[in-house]
């Protein structure tokens, strides 16, 4: 019963870990744009950590390339069950204009599996936004079906 309640807890309640594989930071401003009072996405419950083992959603901006794949994976398998993952902008979701370089594998679901893509070069605040709360509810269904 106890259990039950944790994660339920989880649900209504999710920490969100945002991790930059390379990005121009244009995506980054946006993303911390959404934690100011303008938009506010703490009223839904979120908490922004910086420890994957405290986290339940992870938003990756930028390319993955092949120094940073490693790292990504390792926040991902640090993270516990269930999870949620949230790519955002061009360069999260495929690599964006950077991914015919040598050294980019390319988008975020190349390493690890994705929820939610988030479009934009760079992604509004609002898209962000409404991506968090698809990724919100693809985590609530997937803390059901822990259950």
Known sequence: MFGSFIKKSRAKSPWIMHFDCGSCNGCDIEVLACLTPLYDVERF??????????ADVLLV????????????????????????????????????????????????????????YVPGCPAKPE???????????????????AE
């Not at 940073?68 to 993270?79: F, R």
Request: hydrophobic residues 40%.
């Open 45 to 54: 419950g979120i908490i922004n950590v910086g420890n994957p083992k405290h």
């Open 61 to 116: 901006t930028g390319t993955v390339n092949h120094r940073n794949k490693k790292v990504l994976k390792n926040l991902y398998d640090q993270m516990p069950e269930p999870k949620a993952v949230i790519a955002i902008g061009a360069c999260g979701n495929t690599g964006g204009v950077f991914r015919e370089a040598y050294n980019v594998v390319g988008g975020v679901d190349k390493i690890i599996p994705v929820d939610v």
């Open 127 to 145: 898209a962000i936004i409404d991506g968090v709360v698809a990724g919100l509810a693809k985590f609530a269904q997937k803390v059901e079906e």
